[in-house]
DNA sequence: ATCATTGCAAACTGTTTGCATCAAG
DNA sequence: CTTGATGCAAACAGTTTGCAATGAT
């Protein structure tokens, strides 16, 4: 057999994957933790678990993975590409020292802020265009880095 | 004379940077336009103007540029590096099929929107975070696209 | 004379692909 | 038997760096 959790199997067939060993160990990573990796830590943390795999098979998975809507996919602000198994939308509070992040919702009145141009001269344009919704970063300083600085400034 | 441009030359030498021609080059053409070029596009677009430059001298400036803050770095959703002349904090509406972006404000109670843990588990966690700020991005459909997806369907 | 800038080429990192091998349906 | 998955190695794209030549102060 290639995957022993029966509900990970599940959730690859559903969105018509084959539930291989690889795909198994990613998702599994991933359900178990709410970090938001990129491929080389993945790649570590399913090394440390004794569940090594080719950098080659950890990107070709990614990529099925994510096109099939079973994990999610974004680029964080240092330009590398993160993971994690959050599908629904959300949005991301990011630790502006460490760039660690957690998933949060927005509480608020979201709904009610709109985008509004710069430019006086793009006003024209601006009002054509279909707004379909937004995603909000959060930007802050994560417990750890807060306890960091505290301890370097002293 | 290295930068026929003496608002540029000011603008330059206030943030303690030379006002050398390759500078002078890329801070006339973020201001002038008001696009989010690409390192690559931005050589290009140099190119076109009769302006080339080596692909080292432009990433050279560009580190220099931004981290003096006389422009704006961020990273597109694709992963790559892109720059503006708006260095004040605003915000972008992207156009989800093409990916072009313009600057924005966000008009609205964006104050009152607040993160709220997705995990139960985590909310002791985000209670320590201390929350700095926001990016929002707004994704939507710019006029171009909405004709051309128009044309496309009829 | 000194120090910063330019630009070529080489190095490096994150990512993708060609291909041979292996396993599943 | 046919198709898809794995993994090595090579290719690639974006970015950074070593270094020699050039230009500014």
Redesign the pocket.
Known sequence: M?CDRPEITERLTAHG??A????CRILGLLLETHEHY???EMLEALRTRGEP?????L???L??LSEAGVIGRFVGPD???RYDAVTDPHHHLVCEVCGRMVDVRAAGPLAEVVPQAVFPEDAGELARWQVKGHKVEFVGVCPACQARLRARSA
């Open positions: 290639a994957l084959r291989t060993p690889a795909r990129t491929p080389e795999m080719s950098i080659a098979t990107y070709q998975n990529a099925k330009g590398v590409s």
